[in-house]
C-alpha cells in the first residue's frame, strides 16, 4: 500500500488515474511522432512508386543479415519492456529493475551492429553524392532516405536508451517506487520506436531480394 | 490479497507469446523475401509487418485493456496519417 501511495502525485485522486493520464500524454506525443515519421515514409512510397526499378537495385546493397539480426534484439528489448511495466504493476522490484536493465542492453546492442553495417556501407561508398557506386541516379534517393531514417531512428532509439536507464538507475537508488506510473509512458515510446523499425525493415532491407 | 498477486513467471506468458509470435513472423517476412513470388513479396511483407504492429500496439502497448479515450488517442494519429496517404496517392496514382 505504501509502494502505492509513494508513486501517487499531485493531481491524481489515485494511480490508476494517473496511470491513464501518463498513457493519454504520452499517445498524445505519439501522435506527433506518427506523423512526422509519416511524412518521411510517405515521400519513400511516392518515389518508389516513381522509382520502382532504381528502388530494387539501391535496396539490394543493403545488408539484410545486420537488418534482420537488428529487428529481432528489438522485438525482444520490447518483451523486456513490456515485463519491466507489468512487473512494476505488480510491484515486484527486482524484475522490474532487470528488466529495464536487459532494455537497455538490448537498445544498445542494436546501436552497436548498426555500427558495424554503417562501417560496411561506408566502406562500399553507399553516400548519395558524386562518386556513388550505383547506377542509375535514382538509387542515391533509396539511400538518401536509408541515411536519414534509420539516422532518425537511431536518435530515438538512444533516446530511449536515455530514459530507460535514467528511471532504472532511480528504481535502484530507491529514489522512484516500483509502481510508479514512469514506467507506463517510457514503455510506450519505446514500444513505437520498436514499430518504426518494423516497419523500415521491409522497406530498407526486403525489397527486390527475390529478383 | 494474495489471490490477486500473480507469480512472476505468470507474467511473462501472454508477452512471452506475443515476442514468439512476432519472431515467427520476422522469420516468414525475411525467408519470403528471398523466393520469387512477384507482387506477392510485397503484399507479403506489408502484411506481415501490419500484423506485428499491431501485435506490438494491442499487447505490449495495452491497447487490449485501455480506456477509450487511449484507444481514441492512438487511432488520431494513424487517422491523420492515412488522410495523408490517401489524398498523395489520389495525385501520384492517377497521373498519365
Known amino acids: 500500500m505504501s509502494e502505492t501511495s509513494a508513486a501517487l502525485h499531485e493531481p491524481w485522486p489515485d494511480v490508476e488515474r494517473q496511470r491513464e493520464g501518463v498513457s493519454f500524454g504520452v499517445w498524445v506525443f505519439l501522435a506527433s511522432e506518427v506523423l512526422f515519421f509519416g511524412g518521411l515514409f510517405l515521400s519513400y512510397t511516392v518515389y518508389r512508386f516513381l522509382y520502382g526499378d532504381a528502388f530494387k537495385i539501391a535496396a539490394h546493397e543493403t545488408d539484410v543479415f545486420y537488418g534482420t539480426l537488428n529487428t529481432a534484439i528489438l522485438l525482444t528489448s520490447s518483451l523486456t519492456m513490456a515485463m519491466a511495466g507489468r512487473g512494476s504493476e505488480a510491484g515486484f522490484r527486482r524484475m522490474t529493475l532487470w528488466c529495464l536493465a536487459a532494455t537497455a542492453a538490448f537498445g544498445s546492442a542494436f546501436l552497436v551492429v548498426k555500427g558495424f553495417e554503417y562501417h560496411d556501407d561506408i566502406v562500399k561508398g553507399l553516400i548519395p553524392g558524386p562518386a556513388f557506386p550505383l547506377h542509375p541516379a535514382e538509387t542515391q534517393i533509396f539511400w538518401a532516405f536509408y541515411w536519414i531514417a534509420t539516422g532518425v531512428h537511431a536518435i530515438h532509439l538512444t533516446v530511449g536508451i536515455g530514459a530507460v536507464t535514467i528511471v532504472a538507475v532511480l528504481l535502484w537508488r530507491g529514489r522512484l517506487p516500483v509502481k510508479a506510473t514512469t514506467y507506463e509512458g517510457i514503455a510506450l515510446y519505446w514500444h513505437f520506436v520498436d514499430i518504426i523499425w518494423i516497419i523500415l525493415l521491409p522497406m530498407l532491407y526486403l525489397i527486390g531480394r527475390a529478383s | ?96
Not at chain 2, 1 to 6: D, G, V
Open chain 2, 1 to 96: 490479497m494474495n489471490a490477486e498477486q500473480p507469480s512472476a513467471l505468470g507474467l511473462w506468458r501472454m508477452p512471452g507469446a506475443v515476442w514468439l509470435a512476432l519472431l515467427a513472423l520476422l522469420a516468414l517476412t525475411v525467408g519470403s523475401a528471398f523466393i520469387p513470388l512477384g507482387l506477392g513479396n510485397g503484399l507479403i511483407n506489408a502484411s506481415v509487418a501490419a500484423i506485428k504492429v499491431a501485435l506490438v500496439m494491442v499487447f505490449f502497448m495495452k491497447l487490449r485493456s485501455s480506456s477509450g479515450l487511449l484507444r481514441l488517442a492512438a487511432l488520431a494519429g494513424m487517422f491523420w496519417l492515412i488522410l495523408m496517404f490517401v489524398l498523395t496517392a489520389s495525385d501520384y496514382l492517377t497521373r498519365q
